[in-house]
């Protein structure tokens, strides 16, 4: 082989292996600008903080793969207890039309719903679609427990109404 040859032979397994590393690199997941927004709207509308475990405790520092799962802390009062349920789950089998029902619906405490039913649909849709994009995960939340039964894990008595 001759000294050009060679410098060529070098150069094409060079480009090979430079290019087999670049395909093999996995481009950064990129997702739609409405999964994006629903994203931040979960984030600054305090969703997490009832509806993803531990997240208050942990000021927000929580693996995103557990967002939205649902919480076992119950909240006791008048009502009854409530769970923050398993948002994943929830929309798993729900079409957007009827997210955006249940969103306009009022729900049991602490439950802000009167925020959510005061959001535009299309912020309403970017959090369906933000749930879309995470998928299920995680286990339902406790069965709602009527104001007569003591829930059996742990919960959050709120305090009579002052007077
Ligand atoms: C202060 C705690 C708290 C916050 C903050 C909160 N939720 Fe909830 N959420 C709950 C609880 C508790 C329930 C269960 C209410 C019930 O049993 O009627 C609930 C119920 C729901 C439901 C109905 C689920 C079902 O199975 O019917 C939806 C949808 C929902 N929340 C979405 C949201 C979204 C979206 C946000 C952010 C904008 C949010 N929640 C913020 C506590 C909270």
Redesign the pocket.
Known sequence: MNKYALIVAMVVIVWLVTGAAVAQQKPAKKVSAEVARGKY??QI???N???TPGYAAAGGKVDEKLWLTGDQLG?RGPWGT????N?RL?VRDMTADQ?MK??RSR??P???WF??RD?SDRDVKA?YAYLKHLGPAGQPAPQ?VPPDQTPSGPFVQFPAAPK
């Open positions: 709207l979960v509308a305090g969703c903080d009832c509806h909240w409530t769970y923050a349920p948002l929830l997210f249940l969103a729900l049991r602490p439950m802000p925020n959510l959001m959090i709602y």
